[in-house]
């Protein structure tokens, strides 16, 4: 059975001192998930623009669905500056305000994620509060619900973040990201700590933490699984991390066990830090 995925949030160009890329995490899962061969929807919204226009290009070469995407007549396709002088810790300037600010709730977006098997959302595109009032109307569908968190400082607020914590299953987050909820949570800034904290407080299933070259961990109900990754020659680290969560996602809705869910995400995102860019062409045999 071909699962069904709808991916909310942000589709943009990375402006890299070599070129504009394609990027955006929600774009980039949507674009492994389909590559996996499950059946991805993102809703995402573009400026009515010589760059929107492209980047629905972009994702027709893919032949993934641009039926969701939003064309704004009021704000631009959104741009990024990346500073990539570390390709293992990529550093990134968020123009504001951009067309995925906006995102307009429909019923037909609605039927996408009520008959979809899992639903992945961040904090990025709810900074503003249209596309916040959408999401939240969207999160009501009691289906499994992936929230991957991808701060982007100065661009999230920690009362919005307890909310959407709040209609949470799967929850993905960096060493990073580990740490500030540590910090706002005020308790020790340790894996076990944080995701004893959230695991008490949240009804969440279970806690995915990713910890860059050192790998990544699972933890559920108090127990971890671990994994040290997979040793590659870092091009660069753009959507490393969005690739392990769709290698996760195909996995987990597999029905896989945990630590095999956990060997293949590592094993995508190995693979596309290995290669430029966040969403390289590639079939599952390249990855196995």
């Known amino acids: 059975m071909q699962h069904k995925v709808v991916i909310f949030g942000e589709m943009l160009w990375d402006c890299l001192p070599s070129g504009p890329v394609p990027g955006g995490a929600p774009m980039n899962v949507a674009l492994n998930l389909h590559q996996l061969g499950l059946q991805s929807r993102l809703i995402s919204a573009v400026g009515n623009d010589n760059a929107g226009q492209e980047l629905l290009e972009f994702l027709q070469t893919f032949n993934l669905s641009i039926a969701h995407i939003q064309i704004n007549r009021d704000y631009k396709t959104s741009k990024v500056l990346v500073d990539d002088v570390d390709p293992e810790n990529i550093k990134y300037t968020i123009v504001s305000p951009v067309a995925w600010d906006f995102i307009q709730w429909n019923g037909e977006m609605d039927k996408a994620v009520a008959e979809s098997d899992a639903f992945v959302f961040g904090t990025l595109a709810v ?77 969440m299933d279970l806690i995915c933490v990713t910890q860059g070259s050192k790998g990544a961990m699972i933890y559920q109900g108090g127990n971890i699984i671990s994994h040290e990754g997979y040793k590659v020659q870092v ?40 290669k430029k860019g966040g969403t390289p062409r590639y079939e599952i045999s390249d990855i196995q």
């Open 127 to 203: 900074r503003n509060a249209e596309s916040l009032t959408t999401l939240l109307r969207l999160l009501q569908h009691k289906i499994l619900r992936v929230f991957d968190v991808n701060f982007r400082p100065p661009f999230y607020d920690f009362e919005i973040i307890v909310t959407l914590l709040g209609f949470t299953d799967i929850l993905k987050i960096n060493e990073d990201e580990l740490e500030i909820f540590a910090d706002y949570f005020a308790i020790e800034p340790s894996i076990e700590s944080v995701c004893n904290h959230l695991d008490r407080h949240f009804p």
């Open 235 to 274: 091009a660069d680290s753009i959507g490393a991390g969005d690739a392990f969560l769709s290698g996760f996602i195909k996995t987990y809705l597999d029905n896989q066990p945990l630590d095999q869910v956990l060997d293949f995400a590592c094993k995508l995102g190995s693979f596309v830090a290995g």
